[in-house]
C-alpha cells in the first residue's frame, strides 16, 4: 500500500501515518515543519519524527517538506511518488495549521479579515491543490482511497454555528469535497470519504489542558466532554480499516466519525473503549445530564 498523508507533522495526520504503517503501508508524510525548520505554529514535532514513527510501527515512512498551498511543490511530490512507487493508493488530505486564527463567539465583520481567509485557504485550498495533482496518479489504477478530514460530520455540523464563520465554513467545505470527490472518481472504482477525529488529545491539545497522555483524564475537570476524548490513533486505526476494506465504496461520498468506523470494523482507541464523543455533545446538549463514561 502506498499512501500519501498530506498534513502528517501532528495529531490527527500523524496518527493516521503510523496506523497505516502498523498495516506495512509505505507513507509520504508531509507538512511544513522539519527538524531544521519549523512553520509559524512553531512547534516542536516534525514529519521526520512522524516518518520514523510510521517505519517503526512496521511500515516505512518518507518525510517529505511540503507547503501545500504551494502548486509547484505539490506537483513534484506526486512526481516523486509516481517515480519512487509508480502508483498511489491512499491520499489522506489532512492539512490545516490554521489554529490561532480566529476568536470564538466572534461574528464576521469582527474578525481580522485576511486571517478568516488563511483558513480557508490552509484548511480548503490546501486540500484541493493536492487532490487536484495526486488523483491522475491513483485513478491510474483504480481502486483507491481519499480520506478528507474535518472537524465534525455534516450531519451533525449543518443545524449547528461552529461559533466562527471562517472556521465553521472550512469544516463544511471539507465534508463536500469528500462528497464531489467521490462523484468524480466512482467510474475508476476510487472511494473519497469524510472522516471526522472526536475530541482530540493531539499534543497541542494535552498542552492546552495541562495534562499528558498518562493523566489526560485530569482534564475532563476543566471540561467535562474531555472525557470522552480519543487519541489520534483511534482515527488513524479508522483509516486503515477503509484502506485494506476490499468493500470501501459503501463508504463513498459518506461523512463519518472514527466511532462510527470502530463500531463497523471492530477496532478500539489504544485503551480498549469506543468513544463517541459527538453523541455525547449531541446528548448534552440544551443541559441535559449525561455520564461521559457512558459514551466510551
Not at 80 to 108: C, F, M, S, Y
Request: charged fraction near 25%; proline fraction near 4%.
Amino acid at each position: 500500500m502506498i499512501a500519501l498523508v498530506a498534513g502528517a507533522t501532528r495529531g490527527t495526520g500523524r496518527g493516521i501515518a503510523v496506523e497505516l504503517g502498523a498495516v506495512g503501508a509505505t507513507v509520504y508524510c508531509t507538512g511544513r515543519s522539519t527538524r531544521e525548520r519549523h512553520s509559524e505554529m512553531d512547534r516542536p514535532e516534525t514529519i521526520e519524527e512522524t516518518a520514523e514513527l510510521v517505519t517503526k510501527a512496521g511500515g516505512t515512512g518518507i518525510p517529505v517538506q511540503v507547503d501545500h498551498l504551494e502548486p509547484d511543490r505539490v506537483k513534484a511530490l506526486t512526481e516523486r511518488i509516481d517515480r519512487e512507487q509508480g502508483r498511489l493508493d491512499v491520499l489522506v488530505n489532512d492539512v490545516w495549521g490554521a489554529d490561532g486564527l480566529w476568536n470564538w463567539n466572534t461574528p464576521v465583520w469582527e474578525q481580522d479579515l485576511e486571517k478568516g481567509l488563511k483558513i480557508l485557504r490552509l484548511g480548503v485550498h490546501t486540500h484541493l491543490i493536492t487532490s487536484h495533482h495526486a488523483l491522475p496518479l491513483m485513478i491510474r489504477n483504480g481502486g483507491g482511497l481519499v480520506v478528507e478530514v474535518t472537524d465534525g460530520t455534516w450531519d451533525f455540523n449543518a443545524p449547528r454555528y461552529r461559533e466562527n464563520l471562517f472556521y465553521d465554513l472550512a469544516k463544511m467545505s471539507v465534508n463536500r469535497l469528500a462528497f464531489t470527490q467521490a462523484h468524480e472518481l466512482r467510474p475508476y472504482g476510487c472511494a473519497a470519504v469524510a472522516l471526522t477525529p472526536g475530541f482530540l488529545r493531539s499534543e497541542a491539545m494535552l498542552e492546552n489542558f495541562g495534562v499528558t497522555e498518562a493523566n489526560w483524564r485530569d482534564g475532563a475537570e476543566r471540561e467535562p466532554a474531555f472525557a470522552v476524548s480519543e487519541t489520534p490513533a483511534y482515527a488513524g486505526r479508522a483509516v486503515a480499516a477503509l484502506a485494506n476494506d476490499p468493500d470501501r465504496m459503501r463508504w463513498s461520498g459518506k461523512s463519518v466519525d472514527s466511532g462510527t468506523l470502530a463500531k463497523a470494523y471492530g477496532f478500539t482507541d489504544v485503551d480498549g473503549s469506543r468513544p463517541d464523543v459527538w453523541r455525547y455533545l449531541a446528548d448534552t446538549e440544551g443541559g441535559k445530564q449525561a455520564d461521559p463514561d457512558d459514551y466510551r
